[in-house]
């Protein structure tokens, strides 16, 4: 049974940070590229951040330079660090493989940007 379990979400005003971890099964986690999506009110989920098992790195265009993602495969775990957050950043975070495995969706975590 896949579990992905995203916490670290919360409230924080305009300019500041987050940091968002997800803890993976570890057969999912050690045969998958790792990604970081989110849902914003409204809108259709996106792809925010990616990174390969062997640890390269990619960006929507809308984070480059404000987030980064790493994965650390001794803990199964995957983090999305967030800095200089602007109210658009305001969205249900998930993590999941690339492609997504549509069946594996976390309950995710809420982060909001609001002053």
């Known amino acids: 049974q896949v579990q992905l379990v995203e916490s670290g979400g919360g409230l924080v005003q305009p300019g500041g940070s987050l940091r968002l971890s997800c803890a993976a099964s570890?057969?999912?986690?050690?045969?998958?590229?790792m990604a970081w999506y989110r849902q914003g009110p409204g809108k259709q989920r996106e792809l925010v951040a990616l990174?390969?098992?062997?640890?390269?790195?990619n960006y929507a265009s809308f984070v480059e330079g404000r987030f980064t993602i790493s994965r650390d495969n001794a803990k199964n775990t995957v983090y999305l660090q967030m800095n200089n957050l602007k109210p658009e950043d305001t969205a249900v975070y998930y993590c999941?493989?690339?492609?997504?495995?549509?069946?594996?969706w976390g309950q995710g975590t809420q982060v909001t940007v609001s002053s």
């Open positions: 999941n493989s690339v492609p997504y495995a549509d069946k594996y």
């Open positions: 990174a390969t098992i062997g640890g390269t790195t």
């Open positions: 570890r057969s999912f986690f050690v045969t998958n590229s």
